[in-house]
């Protein structure tokens, strides 16, 4: 066989995604017909700038899912090497041997091997897979960190605000390249630090939840006491087999690298969006319904989450996007020096860093994953301004 032209490699990478057009065609047109009854996720699709990043975003979201999660996309297992295909250009011709006779495989490595004769599209299919197990689910573990301690700092103010306000400052205070940097360090892996800080921040998901449904369903025992018994056991149950490792049905586990990884995340960036939250909530409590509710003799914890919350949700969700954007490129900076995830990870990361040390020979190994961490980023980027465009709308 002979090696494939741009053209026909370009021809098959279309055909190899082609489970993730039809979840992305079928998307946009369920959002697209019922959008007037989907809020501010529908009026997304008024902004072509929202679309835009959506449509980036769910591309990768997609084949992070489909690819990684199903291989329904990728062509070649990403551990497999073949000493035959170690820095072959794009579109060469494969043919694993087993003795004498040749295994059915994927015909070619559609864009080249890399330094380990691994294949380079495969790889960057999974490295999508490996940053949306990490991004968006640590940036929401950050954001309920941030929003149950926000919250009572900027409502109630007085030495709480003061203490909760010089913690994070105090954090804030480290770059946060250094800070993650430090934190996923091998010798502060060692001590076990990063193992109890899970302890500490995982709960805050479980005190959220238990304080949300304690404050909407305080007038009917039968369903609060229902709502916070679920949370409480799936919860316990859930963070003592991520945090600590200790699942009594053996069940749920926590690889330790990918751990080490979410709560530098969690740590990092939680400190911004309590800072962020503090900030709208003491904008917020002036106004007059949440007077109204005081007046009608609502608890403190049901007026911020039930009145200010809901109020700031727009800069919030912005905020959120463009926090996985950051986290994103965060995991690739980490991959980038060799440190968090294991070393024959294919995050986007660690492939570029792999790919760097013969760039000006054989640039193909380092280029897809490098523009993929730039499309998602931009898309999340993107996705922002159209949620801030529309929120600014309501």
């Known amino acids: 066989m002979e090696t494939l032209s741009w053209g026909e490699i370009f021809v098959r990478i279309l055909i190899q995604f082609i489970p993730v057009w039809i979840a992305l065609i079928a998307t946009f047109a369920l959002s697209i017909t019922f959008k007037r009854r989907l809020g501010l996720y529908g009026k997304l699709f008024d902004s072509t700038i929202g679309m835009t990043g959506f449509a980036l975003v769910m591309f990768w979201v997609f084949t992070g899912i489909l690819g990684g999660g199903f291989d329904m996309v990728i062509t070649h297992d990403v551990l ?24 059915n495989a994927y015909p070619y490595y559609l864009l080249g091997g890399d330094n380990l004769g691994r294949d380079v599209f495969s790889r960057m299919i999974v490295g999508a897979w490996e940053v949306m197990k990490i991004a968006p689910f640590a940036t929401l573990f950050a954001f309920m960190v941030g929003i149950t301690l926000g919250l009572p700092a900027g409502y109630y103010g007085t030495k709480l605000d003061t203490f909760l306000s010089f913690l994070a400052n105090l954090i804030l205070a480290f770059p946060v390249i250094l800070l993650f940097y ?31 449904y304690n404050s909407r369903f305080f007038t009917q025992p039968p369903k609060r006491n229902l709502y916070v018994a679920l949370t409480v056991l799936i919860g316990g149950w859930l963070y003592l087999g991520i945090a600590w490792d200790a699942d009594p049905l053996g069940v749920i586990g926590f690889p330790p690298n990918l751990l080490v990884v979410f709560v530098a995340v969690v740590f990092v960036n939680s400190p911004t969006v309590f800072r962020i939250v503090r900030g709208l909530t003491m904008d917020i409590k002036s106004r007059d319904y949440v007077a109204a509710a005081q ?14 919350l809901p ?66 980023v931009l898309g999340l980027n993107l996705l922002a301004d159209g949620l801030r465009e529309e929120s600014l709308r309501d």
């Open 80 to 103: 497999e090497q073949s000493g035959a295909m170690k820095n072959k250009v794009p579109g060469t011709p494969y043919t694993k041997m087993i003795g004498d006779v040749a295994e």
């Open 182 to 212: 430090l934190l996923v360090t091998p010798e502060i892996v060692a001590t076990g630090i990063p193992v109890y800080m899970a302890g500490v921040l995982f709960i805050f998901p479980i005190i959220f939840l238990v304080v949300l």
């Open 295 to 308: 007046t009608r003799g609502e608890g403190p914890w049901y007026i911020m989450l039930w009145e200010i």
């Open 311 to 376: 109020n700031v949700r727009g800069p919030l969700i912005v905020d959120f996007c463009l926090r996985i954007g950051y986290t994103t490129i965060l995991l690739g900076t980490l991959g980038f020096f060799g440190l968090g995830l294991s070393p024959e990870s294919p995050d986007w990361g660690s492939t570029i860093n792999e790919g760097r040390k013969l760039l000006s020979i054989y640039p193909h190994p380092a280029l897809p994953p490098a523009l993929s961490l730039l499309s998602l």
